[in-house]
């Protein structure tokens, strides 16, 4: 059976002027898509691939040029008069972005910004044109769609603005939606529905899709065909189990390899214990039912509003251990990190490092420990004084806690650590600026490691990184707490990153231990309900076992901390308790692996 | 809404007191008096003219009278023109001042925000460069020399409109001072508008209202104008008083009998009452602006109604 | 973003891509590259560097004094024989020795008054945005406040109340001008406070002081170069304006304004009394203005993304 064609890209180059010259975004590209089918592009950041979806879409930047051919029904989209490209997108071609925050009008309500589609398109209007729009919220899940339609996106959180985006772009049932990494700003198990609606649009509706992603688990799980770009060229292009199983090009190759991959299910995953392991009657670090309360400022005359981001969390550390931590948005994991380096002071509980007390103390005897606790930023530009050189940053502990040393002498350092983390020392002058992504976060971790401390914690450390970078660094990570003896608590919401580099993992949400154990275990023999959403909701890079599986869905969206019934989510049938501060407490059910209680997960499917 | 413009009214209060308080008694510091003229009085006519006045009560029951009549409304007598209390020269004044500055207000509102929008969507044409030298001349060139220039040329040598007066209000007589006056505004607001408008067109939301296939027109009053329009809105505020500073030249410059004009020469001959009083007037004048201004603004915004 | 993100090579990032061992380039230094990049702003940077010259220099070199009547031309038209190159005034005045005057006097008060509004700007600014919370609130709605006062006609309350003292006029300025600049450096203490390196000293066990004036300071000072060059032209008209209406400086002293308003009343039969110092005025502010300008451009880096 031939499918029909529908988009036809043949030799496109898109070139933008910049201040610097030329630049060459897409070199010569050449794809096609069918009815009905879900076409991958993946590549890194830089690589151009979103460029080829939004020069057919008309959408290129002002200083942007495209020359080529983009055969859509017929006629070059290129050569349109904007009337006719207006006639067509957000008709015949739709597309979905990365940030729905952002891509909704702020000040329009929901009903109006889609319904404006069917006016220009259908001339449908009013109170019809409403009723259609209702029909397609539905039709994503929406619940409650009559009232969505006169809400504002600000009132909404980020998966129903997707999902709002999806059936924006699906009101006049398109023959393509572009959807440019739809799911990246998303957490995973929201990431799970759009993706599950967006399949389910495909197949009742026939509508073609052209996935633009980095994440190689999404295309596994979405896609038919894939093309692999990279600098403006598609590198390989072929079906999912091609690309998947069959490699041609060393670069497929490479980001494949860069992808961690988790196995679900099996006990086999074992980093093996720590490599020192510490006397365990004497704590290294221990974490004793930790409590953060922020204050919420609502004006002048109002009273601020209590926000308890952290509630009654214990754990323990042992040295040249990783301890993996992962929540989703709003789970207070980042709270959790700085609460235990005393950045942000808990309202309770204790911190005890190497037996002695951390919190409560004078400054100046924080101040000393501090050199044996560092931390690595998510932003790397961000982490870094923006008017100080690289140089000056990593050296910036040495200024503190070794004073003694001349400035020949802590150069030297600087010099030395640099190499050790991969950072050519001719960069010791350059500002952060001049730098990419990856050699910021190398400038952050030489910065932390300088002064040889005991426990870094990494926040999101990796996130913001391209795969193969993100695989370098995290490798880098692994050497220096083998050649350090260093102790990790690695913070993020991304499963396979935690699940590679940790020793145990800590589930946290809304600032709750939902579960406590070691790596193999977590991932072998999950307990508590929300582990194995979270769990099944991971895109694994494996089309094979990524189009069988099933996914767990549970009641409920992950809510505000403010909220306090939402803690509950897990025990409804102790809702009652939750007006007398009730908090479902964390029970040892095997050795060495907490889970906190929960009714049968029969009970919280939805 | 109510409840928040209620809220805002009562912040302001304390303001104002704190205002009036430090105004009199920086005025009462103030060495020499208002019957210290050129021929000095007798000092019997200046007692009794200080007695009537209050001036020879201790200065803290001065104040509380002055505070308590402020607050009934009377902004006390006139030291120099003796026939017309504060509040009534004022009146009189005020409608000459409101038209002027009112139409000068929308006038450069109006031509400013669409100066700027077509500088937005023509950037980088002719015209868009034509924009960018008048938006030059009304910054750097301050309004009392435009309105010397005007008058020779518009007034002497065309003879298009009279050289000033107020003569029976008509648009005549009015668009010389209220082009005068709204030359630098139109400057600010067309500058700041095409900036935002700019602004506005390359966020997020706009490429999405693109990918739906909305014509230009749909796209620029729908979904950008509103974003656009905050800067300008949050501009209205100081804009007005800027435009009261400017009010003071316009009026003396082409002789309009209105409150600017009295407050120089008031300020001039030292006439303490009027000038406090007129200071009071202008303040609650421009509060009650910007609580308009920032009513406006959460029609602009509805994030900042939910806060 | 794209450039950017193109030039940074995957693979060679392991390797330290080689780099030659070379000084880097500031925000700053980048910054001040940009500026003389703009063809505009380095010509208004002559122009008033050659304006600031000549009224520091001028009035030693010319053969008049601003104030002492010249008897043998009065109301004298420019001209060159007679060494009145501007003409004379109604006194018998030289009015390029009155001009130049002024100018000085403008442009000391614009100065020093720009120099008073960022030392209360910035203070009050980092004060309230350091501290946050109801402090930080409670400091802007008075800013907020202020902002919407009159307050050209307090100025004029001072100068009435106080005498025409130049020094006053400076300081009352200053003092009104402050408002616009602890606005942005409040905003820009915020944003910096919330930003990583900040956290990231505290980690390091650097103190407040450290944070404030290592980290926070030295990356406050583009919004502030900026802004304080945006400031002084808006001065200037300030202190002309009041000059005109008869509150600035007092005879025989003079200033742009002064001379303007002087200028205006017998701009029909001299007309050169207004010409001058209206061509100094607004050469001056041109130059002041472009230079504001092309500072904004030069520190804002959002323009330059593709």
């Keep these: 059976m031939t499918l029909k064609r529908i988009l036809t890209v043949s030799d496109l180059h898109v070139s933008f002027d910049t201040d610097d010259g030329i630049v060459n975004a897409v070199r ?16 890194e ?9 939004l020069a057919a879409m008309g959408l290129l930047s002002r200083n942007g040029t495209a020359s080529g051919k983009i055969d859509f029904g017929g006629r070059n989209i290129l050569d349109m008069t904007k009337a006719e490209l207006n006639a067509v997108r957000g008709s015949r071609i739709s597309m979905i972005f990365q940030d729905p925050l952002t891509a909704l009008t702020p000040h329009m309500r929901i009903g109006d910004q889609m319904a404006e589609v069917l006016g220009a398109h259908k001339k449908l209007h009013g109170a019809e044109a409403l009723e259609v729009c209702r029909r397609w919220l539905d039709r994503v899940q929406i619940p409650e769609a009559r009232r969505r339609l006169r809400q504002y996106p600000h009132e909404l959180s980020g998966g129903m603005r997707q999902r709002v985006m999806i059936a924006m772009a699906m009101l006049c049932e398109p023959d393509l939606l572009v959807a440019d990494e739809p799911t990246t700003a998303l957490d995973v198990t929201i990431q799970a529905e759009i993706l599950d609606i967006m399949d389910t649009l495909r197949q009742e509706h026939g509508t073609a899709i052209a996935l633009i992603t980095h994440d190689m688990g999404v295309v596994a799980r979405m896609c038919d065909r894939i093309q692999v770009m990279r600098d403006g060229e598609y590198v390989e292009d072929g079906t999912v189990d091609e690309i998947f199983y069959r490699p041609k090009h060393e670069y497929t190759r490479m980001l494949l390899d860069a992808v961690p991959r988790i196995e679900i299910g099996s006990a086999n995953k074992d980093r093996g214990t720590p490599d020192v392991i510490y006397d365990k009657s004497s704590d290294f670090l221990r974490i004793d039912d930790i409590r953060v309360d922020f204050k919420i400022n609502r004006g002048l005359l109002s009273p601020p509003l209590n926000l308890r981001a952290i509630d009654g969390v214990s754990f323990n550390l042992m040295q040249g251990e990783t301890l993996g931590i992962v929540g989703e948005s709003g789970s207070g994991k980042s709270t959790l990190a700085r609460a235990v380096l005393q950045l942000i002071p808990p309202s309770s509980g204790s911190v005890t490092w190497l037996g002695s007390p951390l919190n409560d103390i004078d400054k100046n005897a924080l101040k000393s420990k501090r050199r044996d606790l560092q931390i690595v930023f998510q932003d790397p530009l961000a982490s870094l004084n923006p008017s100080n050189t690289v140089g000056a940053s990593i050296m910036e502990p040495l200024k503190v806690f070794e004073k003694h040393l001349t400035h020949a002498q802590m150069q030297q350092r600087v010099y030395e650590i640099m190499e050790r983390v991969g950072l050519n020392p001719a960069l010791n002058n350059r500002y952060p600026h001049e730098l990419s992504g990856g050699q910021n976060q190398r400038v952050g971790i030489a910065r932390a490691t300088i002064t040889k401390p005991k426990l870094i914690i990494c926040d999101e450390a990796v996130s913001s990184l391209d795969v193969s970078i993100r695989a370098q660094i995290i490798k880098l990570l692994m050497d220096l707490q083998r050649d350090f003896q260093l102790s990790f608590i690695f913070i993020s919401h991304d499963l396979s990153v935690v699940w590679e580099i940790s020793h145990r993992i800590l589930v946290l949400y809304l600032g709750t231990i939902v579960e406590l154990t070691d790596t193999a275990r977590l991932f072998g023999n999950p307990q508590h309900p929300y582990t194995k959403q979270l769990i099944s909701a991971v895109p694994l890079p494996d089309p094979d076992i990524e189009k069988k599986r099933q996914r767990i869905k549970l009641k409920g969206e992950l809510s505000s901390a403010l909220d306090p019934r939402a803690k509950m989510r897990f025990l409804p049938s102790r809702l009652g308790l939750v007006e007398s501060g009730y908090v479902p407490k964390l029970e040892e059910r095997f050795p060495g692996h907490f889970v906190a209680e929960h009714d049968a997960i029969e009970d919280l499917l939805v | ?101 009112g139409l000068a207000f929308v006038f450069s509102i109006i031509v400013g925000v669409s100066a700027g929008i077509y500088g937005a969507l023509n950037r980088n044409a002719l015209s868009d460069y034509a924009l960018a030298s008048l938006i030059l001349a009304g910054l750097v060139v301050p309004n009392f020399l435009v309105a010397p220039v005007f008058q020779l040329i518009f007034g002497l040598k065309l003879e298009w409109f009279p050289v000033g007066g107020w003569g029976d209000g008509s648009v005549r007589f009015l668009i010389l001072p209220i082009s005068v006056l709204s030359l630098p505004h139109i400057a600010r607001i067309s500058r700041l508008m095409r900036g935002s408008m700019i602004e506005a067109l390359n966020t997020n939301f706009i490429r999405t209202a693109r990918s739906k296939g909305l014509s230009d027109r749909a796209i620029v009053w729908r979904h950008a104008l509103r974003p656009a329009l905050t800067p300008i809105v949050s501009y209205l505020g100081p804009a007005a008083s800027y435009l009261l500073t400017g009010s003071l030249v316009v009026e003396s410059i ?54 | ?201 505290r980690a390091t066990g650097l103190g407040p002081a450290a944070i404030i004036f290592r980290h926070i300071v030295p990356n406050l000072s583009g919004p502030v170069v900026i802004y304080a060059a945006l400031t002084i032209p808006e001065i200037v008209v300030t202190e002309s304006f009041l000059s005109y209406l008869g509150f600035g400086v007092q005879e025989p002293l003079t200033s742009l304004g002064t001379l303007i308003s002087d200028g205006s009343d017998v701009f029909e039969v001299l007309p050169w009394l207004l010409w001058f110092p209206a061509s100094f005025l607004i050469l001056l502010l041109l130059s002041l203005l472009f230079i504001g300008d092309g500072l904004r451009d030069a520190f804002d880096t959002k323009d330059h993304k593709s």
């Design chain 3, 1 to 201: 973003m794209i450039l950017r993100s193109l030039k940074e090579d995957i693979v060679k990032d392991v390797s330290g891509d080689g780099a030659l061992e070379k000084p880097g380039r500031s925000l700053m230094q980048s910054a001040m590259l940009r500026l003389m990049r703009n063809k505009a702003a380095v010509v208004s940077l002559f122009v008033l560097a050659a304006l600031i010259l000549i009224a520091l220099f001028g009035p030693y070199v010319i053969p008049f004094n601003y104030e002492d009547p010249d008897w043998a031309a009065f109301r004298a038209p420019p001209s060159l024989e007679s060494g009145h190159y501007f003409g004379t005034d109604q006194n018998g005045r030289d009015l390029l020795a009155r001009t130049l005057y002024g100018t000085r006097i403008s442009l000391a008060v614009a100065f020093v008054a720009t120099l008073v509004s960022v030392m209360i700007g910035v203070t009050y600014g980092a004060v309230s945005g350091y501290l946050g919370g109801r402090v930080d609130q409670a400091m802007m709605r008075f800013v907020d406040i202020m902002y919407a006062l009159p307050y050209i006609l307090f100025v004029i309350l001072l100068m009435v109340i106080f005498g025409r003292n130049v020094y006053l006029l400076f300081a009352a300025i200053g003092a009104l001008e402050w408002l616009t600049m602890a606005r942005i450096v409040r905003g820009q203490t915020l944003s910096l406070k919330e930003r990583e390196f900040i956290e990231a000293a």
């Design chain 2, 1 to 101: 809404m109510i409840r928040y413009s209620l809220k805002r009214l009562l912040t302001a209060i304390p303001v104002l007191w704190i205002a009036i308080t430090v105004c009199f008694f920086v005025l009462r510091l103030a060495p020499g008096g208002p019957f210290d003229g050129e021929r000095p009085l007798p000092q019997t006519v200046k007692d009794n003219l200080a007695a009537h006045y209050n001036l020879d009560k201790p200065l803290v029951s001065q104040y509380l009278i002055y505070v308590g009549n402020v607050a009934k409304g009377d902004l006390g007598p006139s030291f120099i023109t003796e026939d017309f209390t504060v509040s009534e020269q004022i009146a009189i004044g005020l409608p000459y001042t409101l038209k002027l500055g």
């Design chain 1, 45 to 53: 950041s830089g690589s151009g691939k979103s460029q080829t979806f």
């Design chain 2, 254 to 307: 082409f002789g309009i009998p209105g409150i600017g004009r009295y407050f120089i020469s008031a300020a001039l001959n030292r006439d303490y009452g009027m000038v406090l009083g007129t200071v009071i007037f202008y303040m609650v004048l421009i509060m009650i602006l910007n609580l308009l201004v920032d009513i406006f603004y959460s029609w602009l915004d509805p994030r900042v109604r939910t806060q």
């Design chain 1, 28 to 43: 010569g590209v050449n794809c096609h898509l069918d009815a009905g089918e879900c076409l991958g592009i993946v590549g």
